[in-house]
């Protein structure tokens, strides 16, 4: 059964700490594996796509990285503005059963003081 | 703003009712999907429609239902409400590859 795991649930940092946070996946043939942002009360915000082990993006403060069984999302330098909960999903390689459905994490709820 | 646009943003009703969630995709985009977000279940998918056909299913209640329509909008029926159904319900679309997300309805149950 395809899985996620996100760790840790909760991260507090001072602005200026950089960090990570870690996605654990296990999937029958990876598509994809993304990653959103969430604010309260809000839809999942697109952030990156990885498609192979190796793969790096990035966009402003945020760096995103995949190996062969689980991803991180760097944070240099975060500001309050940062906070938010950090989801990551897999897709499978598309079946006609399967779709392209994700299947998300339970997600690393961020908060960074000032 | 994702493009992805869904109707009513909150919802409250009783035990027994029944409501529809509509969604319409992002230009273009011939997949959505809709997910339900609770806060201990997390996001967990359940069900894919592809250019009016179903394609996937998750963990969609028998009491759950939905449809996509020929101009690609999408309604989720949701029948004989339950207090453990009020969530966050969202709808996604895809062209290829990643899914953008609209804004949620939220759905309470009294």
């Known amino acids: ?114 | 703003d994702s493009g992805v646009t869904q109707t009513p943003k909150h919802l409250i009703t009783a035990t027994g009712q029944r409501v529809t969630l509509r969604c319409s995709p992002r230009s273009g985009d011939l997949s959505v999907y809709w997910y339900q977000q609770s806060l201990d279940q997390g996001l967990q998918f359940l069900i894919q429609y592809y250019n009016g056909e179903e394609r996937a299913k998750g963990n969609i209640l028998e009491r759950f239902s939905a449809q996509q329509f020929p101009d690609l909008h999408s309604e989720l029926n949701l029948s004989s409400l339950e207090l453990g159904d009020s969530a966050l319900y969202f709808c996604a679309s895809s062209g290829s590859g990643e899914l953008f997300f609209g804004e949620g309805s939220r759905l309470t149950v009294l």
Do not use: M
Request: net charge neutral; aromatic share 10%.
């Open chain 1, 1 to 114: 059964e395809d899985q996620v795991t996100q760790s840790p649930e909760a991260l507090r940092l001072q602005e200026g700490e950089s960090s990570s946070l870690n996605c654990s996946y296990t999937v029958s043939g990876l598509r994809g594996l993304f990653w959103y942002r969430q604010d309260p009360g809000k839809g999942p915000e697109f952030l990156f796509t990885l498609y192979s082990a190796g793969e790096e993006k990035e966009k402003e403060r945020l760096k995103a990285t995949l190996t062969k069984k689980e991803s991180f999302l760097h944070i240099t330098a975060p500001k309050p503005e940062d906070s938010a909960t950090y989801l990551c999903a897999v897709q499978a390689r598309w079946s006609y059963n399967q779709g392209g459905k994700l299947i998300f994490g339970q997600g690393t709820e961020l908060s960074v003081k000032p």
